[in-house]
């Protein structure tokens, strides 16, 4: 059974920075992409960023520029680091990893932006 567990969430002001980290109980080399979602109070989960097993990356367009999706297949960790952090930021963010086969959804881990 593939585990994600997410880390690095916590309290930030306007501006600063977190770095979020997914890691996964098995070789992330598995997983076709690997996804971090978001989700707001009253609103639904949106997808944040995706890097897929080749490295490639993709943003919304609401963080893209000051957000960077990374992995290190060797810890077997996927990364989001965030910059510039806005009080829309704040949400519960997710992992999401996902094979030819299945979907796995890691724990959340609360981001709050607020001074």
């Known amino acids: 059974q593939v585990q994600l567990v997410a880390s690095g969430g916590g309290l930030v002001q306007p501006g600063g920075s977190l770095r979020l980290s997914c890691a996964a109980s098995g070789s992330i080399l598995s997983f076709n992409y690997m996804d971090w979602y978001r989700q707001a109070p009253g609103k639904e989960r949106e997808l944040v960023a995706r890097v897929t097993v080749g490295g490639s990356t993709n943003y919304a367009a609401s963080v893209k520029g000051r957000f960077t999706i990374s992995r290190d297949n060797t810890k077997n960790t996927v990364y989001l680091q965030m910059n510039s952090l806005k009080h829309e930021d704040t949400a519960v963010y997710y992992c999401?990893?996902?094979?030819?086969?299945?979907?796995?959804w890691g724990q959340g881990t609360q981001v709050t932006v607020s001074s």
């Open positions: 999401y990893a996902e094979t030819s086969r299945e979907g796995y």
